[in-house]
Structures are given as structure tokens and as C-alpha cells.
């Protein structure tokens, strides 16, 4: 059961780190412009930039919550919805400005699956050792 705790703890660090490159990187530092883009296709340019700043504080929020390990289900449940429709969202509003266009849908239903995984298979099996 060694490798089944390494892969939690594993998976709880990648799926902060998801949340932090994304809000701080690539929203509130803006090193990627595309995420403003998007923001600013699907809900106006006027205030792209602030509304794109805001995003990344939650998302560097989330990232926070996930790694606390506080109240994780609702993190995970959280997760999963705020993914799920934000690609959803994208996939039919602005898939060429995604990285991997209408394929990004994948990656996300990909890291669906992981946090359900991790918070609602492993980590129980994990605590009922």
C-alpha cells in the first residue's frame, strides 16, 4: 500500500499544481495571453483583464484548498464541476482559441477522472487500511 499512498500524495500535488500554474502563471501574471482571449470572447473585452485576474485567484485558491485537504469531497466535487463546465463552455464558444482545440475536452474529462479517482477510490481505500 507504499505506492498507493505515494500515488495520493502524487496526484493531491499535481492537481495543486494544475490549479497554481494556471491562476498564477497563466491568468494573474498573464504569461499566457490566450486565457484572457477567451475571457474576453465569451464575456467582453472592457473587463478581460480584471475578470481574468480574479479567475486566477480562485484558481490559485482551489489550489490551496486541494493541497489543505480540507472538506477534500467538496474540493473534488468543486473540481469537477468548475472543469467540466468551463471546457464544455469552451468546446462550443472558443475552441480555436484553446490549445489543442476541440481536443481539450479530453484533457479535461482526463482530469475528471483523476480527481474522482483520487478523492472518491484511492484515498477511501487508503483510510479504511
Not at 490566450?34 to 481574468?52: D, K
Not at 464558444?93 to 475528471?112: D, G, P, T
Request: aromatic share 14%.
Amino acid at each position: 500500500m507504499k505506492k498507493a499512498k505515494q500515488l495520493n500524495k502524487f496526484l493531491i500535488l499535481v492537481f495543486s499544481l494544475v490549479w497554481l500554474v494556471n491562476g498564477l502563471i497563466c491568468k494573474i501574471l498573464n504569461l499566457v495571453p490566450r486565457h484572457q482571449e477567451i475571457v474576453a470572447e465569451i464575456l467582453g473585452q472592457e473587463y478581460a483583464r480584471e475578470i481574468t485576474f480574479l479567475i486566477g485567484l480562485g484558481e490559485v485558491g482551489m489550489a490551496i484548498w486541494i493541497f489543505s485537504r480540507r472538506w477534500s469531497h467538496f474540493s473534488a466535487m468543486m473540481q469537477i464541476i468548475l472543469v467540466g463546465v468551463m471546457n464544455i463552455l469552451e468546446f462550443f464558444l472558443v475552441s480555436h482559441l484553446l490549445l489543442w482545440e476541440k481536443f481539450n475536452i479530453l484533457f479535461a474529462f482526463c482530469f475528471i477522472i483523476l480527481v474522482y479517482y483520487q478523492t472518491f477510490i484511492l484515498e477511501p481505500k487508503l483510510e479504511n487500511e
